[in-house]
C-alpha cells in the first residue's frame, strides 16, 4: 500500500520561499519518477516539477527558474524549493509518480498573499 506524505506548506508573503517534502512508503522509492503537482480552486491539477530515477528533472513553464525539485532515496523524499513565490502559486501541493499512477496524499497547503 503506498503512502504519500506531504508537508511545508503555509502562508507566506509574495517574494517568500518555502520547502515543501514529500515522505513515501510502501514502494521502492529510488525505482520511480515522482512529480509535484499543484490544484488551484476551480482548477486541474497540474504537474509543476518532476525528477526521474537518474535525477533529471523538468519544469513546467510557470515555475522554471523559481522551484528545484530534488529526491534522497535513502529517505524516501522528494523535495519541492519554491522560491520568489507570486500569489498564482497558491494551491494544494501534492506529489505522486510520475505520470501520476499512486493514490494522491492529503497534500499540503501553499498560500501567497499579494
Known amino acids: 500500500q503506498v503512502q504519500l506524505v506531504e508537508s511545508g506548506g503555509g502562508l507566506v508573503q509574495a517574494g517568500g520561499s518555502l520547502r515543501l517534502s514529500c515522505i513515501a512508503s510502501?514502494?521502492?522509492?529510488?525505482?520511480?519518477?515522482m512529480g509535484w503537482y499543484r490544484q488551484a480552486p476551480g482548477k486541474q491539477r497540474e504537474l509543476v516539477a518532476g525528477i526521474n530515477t537518474g535525477g533529471s528533472t523538468n519544469y513546467a513553464d510557470s515555475v522554471k527558474g523559481r522551484f528545484t525539485i530534488s529526491r534522497d532515496n535513502t529517505k524516501k523524499t522528494v523535495y519541492l524549493q519554491m522560491n520568489s513565490l507570486k500569489p498564482e502559486d497558491t494551491a494544494v501541493y501534492y506529489c505522486n509518480r510520475n505520470p501520476a499512477t499512486f493514490s494522491w496524499g492529503q497534500g499540503t497547503q501553499v498560500t501567497v498573499s499579494s
Open positions: 510502501g514502494i521502492t522509492f529510488s525505482f520511480f519518477s
